[in-house]
């Protein structure tokens, strides 16, 4: 009774909010059950709901009358300062000096007071908006029977509603193949459509600052109009001049050219098309612009065909499917009621991870830039941390599920972004510490690859190179592809071991040492000192051997050795990089049972934190597991455990998700499940956009506040989609592991076409009440590999003969051997 009447409640509580407008549930999409729908407009950009290609990307309000939709392009960013790095690979014996003798404050602020003195003054820039589509639209009559829309599975948003007796739609995608944004406004009547069209320079109310002061972000802009286009231009991004051109294109009635915009009076249909200039000279671009929009198709059905083509074969490579017996389409607004009093529906688990699938697919594709802390969407001038890469986790966890969800077009920007700044990466490397090999700064924005932020915590995080990498060689474990491997895994890779090979230390015991090193972005228990010069507290960034920087490393090498033995090459090579994992220091537990962050006396474990860096061997690495660690595995378990004791008000929406990600890997279905709910009921927004705290200050994470808002961040988005993926086929280079996290609310479900790292692309098919399970396996490459089920199967009927033998590791496993091209289904009951 207490959850119907919650949802009686919630429903009655829209009704008022609404007020005038109808609430009957709108149609699902005809096509697919791959959507949400909205029941009301946004109010600020936030809430918008989301299209792109990659490069380009459209957030549309929704409202009737006087609709904005706001247009990012992934290069505008502003505001950066880019310095030549000094030459301070002579400090690095100094900082070590300082550290072994105990002097960690003055080791802290070394390199940064350098830099200082030096004069070098880089920043990073801040990513911006492009500009604005504003439409008016006239209507007559009280709206009725609304709705907001998007298509997970063709990238579409439509907004429809009904005027007295007439009904409209409005239609927008962003092509992939077209490079431009296409409007359709349509109506079941002819003559019913009358408004105006322009665009202009994005929403200057948000220009405001972390303290909500309105500032000037110093653009100049202007729009013009020549016969049926619009021309909008603005200097001020750090490359040049950025706009746009629109088409305006009518059937039937009047159109009249303004001097700033397009009206349409009593035309049967509207037609937008819009293409995007990034840090070029409009004099140029505008041309150029104007024959593509003049030479390209201008049927929407013609254009959306094509693009839904591309973009629905990328989102359907891979699926999932929960408890879905029927296709439903409740509102979001429903959905989220229900949630915030604790129902948490398998429709809202649905949507979450076909959200995060679509994001990525959206706002990252091959030969553009990555997808940044808000994937490419922002309305802000001055967002939240810049909007740059996080690499000492954000950026990471957009990309989990790149590689499992079979998205490789996608993965592409990742890998093209990094492999085209190696010259950078060196020079930082060089300067810094006097190393070959690279050094990737863990903040950036893609302007530059050189190193920007001088804080500690920045510098001395050497480690960033190396998790990239991991990605490297994933590539090759998922697909298959040795040309992948030898040409750019390999390569990068190498230049990762370099780095280490020169940087690394050897201690009194002959062990490698790492140091200065740093675990993101914690300090020890004891190492926050007053600083006698300052006065003020200061936090200890500059650490010995962390424990993430051991496992870095040993990934790093013990991935090349694999590949390069493989192919047959690099044996010198091969030779060294044994000898270095030799000599590495074993991993250590402390007096609680936990795993240590540091791996030396001087550094003791604080649990005061939600980084769970120390853990990396367990996830987002292989290196522990239950199988081959079992004493590390389970002081990993003792380290989250411990970490956990900060509450839920030291919790973020991204470390929510990456702690799903977590006992995904511990097998803790409901664990996961349970951190994935918190994050729906207190991080989530209106459209699904993840938030990096809550953003109704009820206490359950951290309070922060980026001018009006909480942060809004699309990691979480991502995450949440990478730990159902982990939740339902965990895999690593040995071991395949089905179902290994199910929540008991996820009885019955499919999945078809993950990839996964043992080289076989897996399809399941589950129904815990009648306790079967049907598998379909195809090799991507030659494989043998265990199989973990989650308890020992009763049967196991296979339609191919002597592949499947027992395992060493007991009745839950099974050891496969396939074939490349081999096609296997299993058949289980356990």
């Not at 409640?9 to 609430?23: K, R």
């Not at 230390?505 to 004891?526: H, R, T, Y």
């Not at 791996?599 to 522990?624: A, T």
């Amino acid at each position: 009774m207490k959850i119907v009447s919650y949802r009686i409640l919630g429903f009655l509580t829209l009704i008022l909010l609404l007020n005038c407008s109808s609430v009957t549930n709108p149609e699902p999409p005809k096509e697919t059950s791959h959507s949400m729908t909205m029941i009301t407009p946004a109010s600020q950009w936030r809430e918008g709901l989301p299209s792109g290609n990659g490069t380009v990307g459209a957030l549309v309000y929704g409202a009737i009358y006087q609709e904005r939709v706001l247009f990012n392009h992934n290069k505008l960013w502003y505001g950066g300062k880019t310095d030549d790095l000094p030459d301070l690979s002579a400090e690095l014996p100094v900082v070590r000096a300082l550290m072994l003798n105990g002097d960690y404050l003055k080791a802290n602020k070394h390199y940064s007071n350098k830099l200082k003195q030096a004069g070098f003054s880089a920043k990073a820039g801040r990513f911006h908006p492009a500009f604005d589509l504003l439409l008016t639209t006239e209507n007559e009559f009280m709206f009725q029977d609304y709705s907001r829309t998007l298509n997970f599975e063709t990238g579409e948003v439509a907004v429809n509603w009904r005027d007295g007796e007439t009904k409209f739609s409005r239609r927008l995608f962003v092509s992939i193949p077209d490079n431009v944004s296409v409007m359709s406004i349509q109506a079941d009547k002819k003559n019913a459509i009358s408004g105006k069209a322009t665009l202009d320079i994005h929403d200057l109310n948000d220009a405001i600052d972390r303290e909500g002061n309105l500032f000037d972000p110093g653009f100049k802009y202007i729009t013009t109009t020549e016969g049926e286009f619009v021309k909008f231009k603005s200097t001020g991004s750090d490359g040049g001049e950025f706009g746009g051109v629109m088409r305006v294109l009518t059937k039937g009635g009047a159109v009249h050219t303004e001097s700033k915009s397009i009206s349409f009076d009593n035309t049967d249909t509207v037609t937008l098309i819009i293409s995007f200039f990034a840090n070029e000279d409009s004099e140029i671009a505008f041309p150029r612009l104007k024959k593509e929009l003049l030479e390209i198709n201008t049927n929407y059905e013609t254009l959306f065909n094509r693009h839904k083509a591309l973009h629905s074969e990328r989102f359907n490579a891979m699926g999932v499917h929960i408890n879905q017996s029927k296709e439903n389409n409740t509102p979001n607004e429903l959905l989220l009621l229900e949630a915030y009093q604790g129902d948490i529906s398998t429709e809202l688990n649905q949507k979450q991870f076909d959200y995060g699938r679509y994001l990525l697919i959206s706002s990252s594709r091959g030969g553009g830039y990555p997808a940044n802390l808000q994937g490419i969407w922002n309305g802000d001038y001055r967002p939240p941390w810049n909007s740059f890469y996080g690499i000492n986790e954000n950026l990471q966890m957009n990309y989990l599920q790149g590689l499992p969800g079979n998205l490789k077009e996608s993965m592409m920007a990742f890998y093209d972004y990094f492999d085209a700044n190696m010259d950078e990466f060196r020079t930082n490397a060089k300067q810094l510490y006097g190393t070959r090999g690279i050094f990737i700064p863990p903040f950036m924005s893609p302007e530059s690859a050189k190193l920007r932020v001088t804080a500690p915590h920045v510098i001395y995080w050497t480690d960033a190179a190396g998790w990239l990498a991991s990605f490297y060689y994933d590539y090759y474990l998922f697909t298959g592809d040795e040309e992948f491997l030898k040409n750019r895994a390999i390569p990068f890779m190498k230049e990762v071991g370099l780095f280490y090979e020169d940087f690394i230390v050897k201690d009194k015991q002959g062990k490698n040492m790492f140091f200065p090193s740093q675990s993101p972005e914690n300090q020890p228990i004891d190492k926050t000192v007053i600083d006698p010069e300052t006065g003020r507290l200061s936090k200890i960034k500059v650490q010995m051997n962390a424990t993430i920087a051991v496992a870095v490393s040993k990934e790093v090498f013990t991935n090349l050795i694999a590949s390069c033995e493989l192919l047959g090459i690099e044996k010198d090579g091969v030779s060294r990089w044994k000898n270095i994992l030799e000599a590495m220091p074993d991993y250590q537990i402390n007096e609680d049972g936990a795993l240590s962050e540091w791996m030396h006396p001087d550094f003791k474990d604080n649990y005061e934190h939600r980084h769970q860096s120390h853990i990396y061997p367990l996830f987002p690495g292989h290196e522990f597991s239950q199988e081959k660690t079992p004493e590390l595995y389970k002081a990993s378990k003792v380290a989250i455990e411990k970490r956990l004791r900060i509450g839920l008000k030291s919790q973020t929406g991204w470390s929510l998700a990456h702690m799903a990600n977590v006992y995904a890997r511990l097998g803790n279905g409901q664990k996961a499940k349970e951190a994935l709910d918190i994050l729906v009921r207190s991080c989530l927004g209106k459209n699904l956009f993840t938030y990096h705290n809550d953003w109704r200050n009820m206490g359950v994470t951290v309070s922060l506040k980026n001018g009006n808002s909480a942060p809004f961040q699309i990691d979480a988005n991502m995450g949440i989609t990478a730990a159902v993926t982990e939740m339902l086929c965990g895999s690593d280079a040995k071991m395949l592991r089905i179902l290994p996290a199910l929540p008991s609310e996820w009885a019955k479900g499919n999945f078809h076409d993950m990839l996964t790292r043992v080289g076989v692309k897996t399809s399941v098919e589950w129904d815990m009440n009648e306790h079967k399970i049907t598998i379909t396996l195809v090799a991507e490459r030659d494989t043998q590999f265990d199989l973990k089920f989650s308890k020992a199967p009763t049967e196991i009927n296979c339609n191919t003969e002597d592949v499947i033998k027992e395992s060493s590791f007991g009745k839950e496993y099974r050891l496969l051997n396939l074939n490349k091209g081999q096609e296997i289904k299993l058949n289980v009951t356990i």
